[in-house]
């Protein structure tokens, strides 16, 4: 393991850059997906099987990181797939029917599910080696980097082409790649304490049937914090415009609320874990995240419902970090990709979701099951405490 404790402070710089490259580069993707749409003329349905690709390839690869990061090391792996993940960004506006489009958002949806496991093993050993609950701070990098994204991809949206826009999101991902990248494979990895040194770490680690349930009880909870973010991202907006009559400048700040919300409870989620506990801090969190959603999406007014957003993201805010850092912790590499496909399936599964309810009862009704899953977590934390206790 790392000796000086500067060594682990570059560590965690350099993985930090990473978690914010990521957020950056997805966040800039984002935001053209309406120009995307517009040059390949796709139809919505055929744009949303497109967008399919992203997922398919993030979810595939997620389950064969783990295998890549204990036989080649989390490190390496971060690189290279930050390498894949700039440059696959840039392929998009060169597609001319929904078809290519889905091949190439494959290939990008790859390099971002290869990413996030990688990351996160590196980040959970690091954890472990210092010995503080510091994962909320990466995922705030992760927050800020798609803030930062976003509203830089918002500012260039009317003097930049979607060619010109994503291939500077290449180049730039790739000189921090570069700076970074130079800087992580310097690093020895982190090498948690309850790893004796002789033993062989390319072998898979060997999980009883209690360490399995654990690792899928932590996946769990990711799942259900996760739906809550693709819920709001995709429906919160059209809830305002729709429902309370929000104009849709208003009604764009309604997911803006909602991400500013979780990434300040992640900056101050390290401070929360320490003085609390894990157990506290996701049951508090969750408790709160559905006192938030359900004033959020049953409100009366705007405001109101501004107001429930940003207290959901507050709530929401360090139930995935806690979640993957204890699924890794258990279970290595292995555990973080159980999590992490776990949690994105959440993602994936919240918007068509909530459109089906939507459609079967009101678009608010369906914005409640945001709240009933974060309180699903809080019931699975409450059950599962004592078991989960120790790693």
Not at 88 to 101: D, E, F, Q, R, Y
Request: net charge positive; glycine share 12%; charged share 10%.
């Amino acid at each position: 393991m790392p000796g000086p404790r500067s060594d682990l402070a570059r560590l965690r710089v350099a993985l930090t850059a990473f978690f914010a490259l990521d957020g950056f580069v997805f966040a800039g993707w984002v935001v053209r997906i309406p120009a995307i749409k517009e040059q390949t003329g796709a139809s919505a349905s055929a744009l949303g099987l497109a967008l399919l690709g992203v997922s398919a390839g993030a979810v595939v690869t997620m389950t064969l990181t783990g295998r890549l990061c204990r036989r080649y090391g989390s490190h390496p792996v971060t690189v290279a797939c930050a390498v894949l993940l700039c440059l696959s960004i840039a392929l998009p506006p060169l597609t001319h029917s929904a078809l290519a489009l889905g091949a190439v958002l494959l290939v990008f949806g790859s390099a971002y599910g290869g990413i996030n496991v990688a990351f996160n093993s590196a980040a959970v050993d690091l954890v472990a080696v210092l010995r503080r609950p510091i994962m909320p701070s990466f995922h705030a990098a992760f927050s800020l980097g798609g803030m930062i994204g976003a509203g830089l991809g918002g500012l260039v949206a009317g003097s930049l082409s979607p060619t010109e826009h994503l291939l500077g999101l290449t180049v730039t991902g790739l000189v921090v790649t570069l700076v970074a990248g130079r800087a992580l494979l310097r690093c020895e990895p982190a090498v948690p304490p309850d790893r004796a040194p002789h033993r062989d770490d390319s072998a898979p680690r060997r999980l009883d049937g209690r360490t399995r349930r654990l690792v899928v009880t932590f996946g769990l909870i990711a799942l259900c914090t996760a739906y809550g973010e693709g819920a709001m991202a995709d429906w919160g907006a059209l809830h305002l415009e729709q429902d309370l009559d929000a104009s849709p400048g208003l009604a764009a700040a309604g997911y803006s609320c909602f991400a500013l919300a979780m990434t300040v409870g992640r900056l101050t989620g390290t401070t929360l874990l320490e003085r609390l506990g894990r157990t506290p801090t996701v049951v508090a969190g969750g408790s709160v995240a559905v006192a938030g959603m359900l004033l959020g999406s049953l409100a009366p007014s705007v405001w109101a419902a501004l107001f429930g957003f940003a207290i959901t993201g507050l709530g929401l805010a360090n139930l995935f970090p806690v979640a993957v850092e204890r699924a890794g912790a258990l279970g290595g590499p292995g555990g973080v990709a159980t999590a992490s496909t776990l949690g994105y399936s959440g993602m994936l599964l919240g918007p068509p979701a909530i459109g089906f309810m939507a459609d079967w009862f009101s678009l608010p009704a369906a914005l409640t099951s945001v709240a009933v899953l974060a309180a699903v977590a809080v019931l699975i934390t409450i059950v599962t405490r004592r078991a989960a206790a120790s790693p």
